[in-house]
């Protein structure tokens, strides 16, 4: 059964900065996969030679970005949210993703794997 879950992560960089590395073909060919096109509104992510096209669902700048597989046939999405704490100003980016119940464990161990390159492109 696939089941929804969320991640957060704090980065100490600015929501603009951010949004860039999650929404953009060049942030997110820097630590989401080895390269990233966006033709016709769907993005193309290459990773070891093998692709996987997505669309985008729903997006805010400095906000979120929410991303559909086009091979999914269900409503599944991979989201990228920023959120700033209102007395820190802390920047986190909290990620929705879902995956079958005994992959999740895998699936958050990617993640964590994806955030430390993005930290290390963004100079954390």
């Not at 073909?25 to 993005?43: C, I, M, R």
């Not at 093998?50 to 269900?74: C, G, L, P, T």
Request: net charge negative; hydrophobic share 40%.
């Amino acid at each position: 059964m696939i089941t929804k879950y969320e991640l957060e992560y704090t980065l100490n960089t600015s929501t603009n900065i951010l949004f860039n590395r999650i929404s953009t073909p060049e942030g997110l060919s820097e630590w989401f996969a080895d390269n990233v096109n966006l033709k016709n509104g769907l993005y193309t992510f290459i990773w070891e030679g093998s692709e996987s096209v997505a669309s985008v669902v729903q997006k805010k700048n400095n906000k979120f970005i929410r991303f559909h597989w086009e091979e999914e046939e269900d409503e599944s999405y991979f989201e990228f949210k920023i959120h700033t704490d209102e007395l820190t100003r802390d920047v986190a980016l909290i990620i929705t993703d879902f995956a079958e119940e005994e992959d999740k464990s895998d699936a958050i161990d990617l993640w964590d794997s994806q955030i430390s390159a993005l930290k290390q492109a963004i100079g954390l």
